[in-house]
């Protein structure tokens, strides 16, 4: 539209602004140049109000929800800078010179005051407004979350604290095994110690206690064999 109203030079004013949106994220000064470029562009030439002008709230919006210190600030500055060149372009421009409402209110120079100003108010209110939503969007979107991010968030909870129920159940039996080990090779030590008094003076005795020292140490492992499993 703009290379059709006003050929190329108004083309490369709207190009710039919007290019500048690519660069808000990482490259925040890109962002900064290319509008202030813009606005030389428009100041320089004396266009009529380009409709790339049309992207700086959207700048501001995109600039108050992604862009990163300190260029959020300052690319919201210069948002705010671009909307009053394009509220004195509007209001100051020498080519503008309509009759408005009807003939009722003519540009004289009150008159471009009073639209410029009007005009300062309403790009301060817009691109501060656009630039609000897009602080509160980021926020949302890092600090709130959407109902589907609770909901993952949940689900990451409850998983969570399912594998800590587990864990705790696991320390509980390795507790069990600890005890169970030490009783069962108490048992088979008592006995074995029994065993080699009794078989100095009685070898079948002595028999007799190893079948026993036998017996608690298969229990003992088999205990242990259950209780692993178990924890498996």
């Not at 140049?33 to 409709?51: D, E, H, N, R, T």
């Not at 979350?145 to 399912?162: A, H, N, P, W």
Request: glycine share 8%.
């Amino acid at each position: 539209l703009d290379l059709i109203t006003q050929g190329p030079v108004a083309m490369l004013g709207s190009l710039a602004i919007a290019a500048s949106l690519l660069f808000v994220r990482k490259f925040g000064y890109l962002a900064t140049a290319l509008v202030l470029v813009a606005a030389v562009i428009q100041i320089g030439f004396s266009l009529l109000p380009i409709f790339g002008s049309i992207g700086i709230p959207l700048l501001a919006f995109v600039v108050g929800a992604f862009s990163p210190k300190p260029w959020r600030e300052i690319n919201f500055a210069v948002s705010i800078f671009g909307g009053l060149v394009f509220a004195a372009n509007v209001a100051f421009n020498p080519t503008i010179n309509l009759a408005v409402f009807g003939g009722l209110v003519q540009l004289d120079d009150l008159g471009r005051v009073v639209i410029f100003i009007t005009l300062c108010l309403l790009a301060l209110s817009l691109v501060s407004l656009m630039w609000i939503l897009g602080q509160l969007l980021i926020t949302r979107l890092v600090h709130v979350g959407t109902e589907f991010d609770r909901l993952v968030y949940e689900e990451k909870q409850l998983k969570l604290s399912i594998e800590l129920a587990e864990q705790s159940k696991r320390f509980e039996i390795a507790r069990d095994i600890n005890e169970t080990v030490v009783q069962k090779l108490s048992s088979v030590i008592t006995n074995a110690e029994g065993g080699i008094y009794s078989a100095k003076s009685n070898p079948d005795a002595g028999i007799r206690a190893l079948e026993k020292v036998l017996e608690g140490a298969k229990a003992t492992h088999a205990e242990l064999r259950r209780l692993f499993d178990m924890i498996n």
